[in-house]
C-alpha cells in the first residue's frame, strides 16, 4: 500500500469522525477516492421536524376561523363552552398526528387543556415545563388555579419562539406574547414521533 493512500484514509476517517461528531453527517470515499457526504440524520428526526412545521402551519391556517368560538357548536362539543382543547385536537389530527383521547361513561373526547399542562405522560408528547424555549409545533398549555366545569385551562400551538395560534371567545386568534399562555408559565409539550 502506497504512503499516501494511508494517509487518505486518515484523513477520511478523522473528517467522518468530525462531521458525524459535529454534524450529524458521515463521509464516505468510492474507490475512486472521490468524496461524498450524505446525511446520517434518522427519518424519525426528520418526520418530527416536518410534523412540528406542519402543525405550525395548519394552525396558522384556521387564524380568524369561528369554528371553534365559544358560541359555537363543534362536533361533540355543544354551543357556550370553550374550545381551545378541541382546536388543538383538531388541528393535530389534520396534520396526521393521533391525538391523545380521554374517554368517560358519555364517549371519547379531546384531552382537557390540564391534561396538556400536567407532566404527566401523553404518549408522543415530551413533557419540556414552564421554561422550554418555544418551538413551531409545541402545545403550548396553562391550567387554571380554579378550573370550573367549562374551562381546565387554556391552551394552543406555538407557531414561533413567542407566538401562539389558539381558539378564543369568538374566533382563532394568533397571538405573541399572549397573557393567557404566558411565556415562563405555560407548560410546553413537544411532539416526538415514536
Request: with cysteine; proline share 4%.
Amino acid at each position: 500500500m502506497k504512503r499516501h493512500s494511508i494517509f487518505r484514509i486518515i484523513n477520511a476517517i478523522v473528517i467522518s469522525a468530525v462531521l458525524t461528531a459535529c454534524n450529524k453527517r458521515s463521509i464516505h470515499m468510492d474507490m475512486n477516492t472521490k468524496w461524498t457526504i450524505r446525511s446520517s440524520f434518522s427519518d424519525d428526526k426528520r418526520n418530527f421536524s416536518i410534523k412540528s412545521d406542519k402543525l405550525a402551519t395548519t394552525a396558522k391556517s384556521h387564524v380568524g376561523d369561528t369554528d371553534w368560538a365559544y358560541g359555537e357548536k363543534k362536533d361533540n362539543f355543544p354551543a357556550n363552552c370553550w374550545k381551545c382543547n378541541k382546536f388543538v385536537h383538531d388541528v393535530l389530527e389534520e396534520s396526521g398526528i393521533t391525538p391523545p383521547t380521554r374517554t368517560d361513561s358519555t364517549g371519547t373526547y379531546p384531552i382537557r387543556a390540564a391534561d396538556w399542562a400536567s407532566s404527566s405522560r401523553i404518549k408522543n408528547w415530551e413533557y419540556k415545563g414552564s421554561n422550554e424555549t418555544w418551538q413551531p409545533g409545541d402545545v403550548i398549555a396553562k391550567a387554571f388555579d380554579q378550573p370550573n366545569e367549562n374551562a381546565s385551562g387554556h391552551c394552543g400551538i406555538a407557531v414561533s419562539s413567542y407566538e401562539v395560534v389558539a381558539a378564543g371567545r369568538e374566533k382563532v386568534y394568533l397571538r405573541a406574547n399572549d397573557p393567557n399562555l404566558p411565556r415562563g408559565e405555560a407548560t410546553v409539550r413537544r411532539y416526538m414521533d415514536q
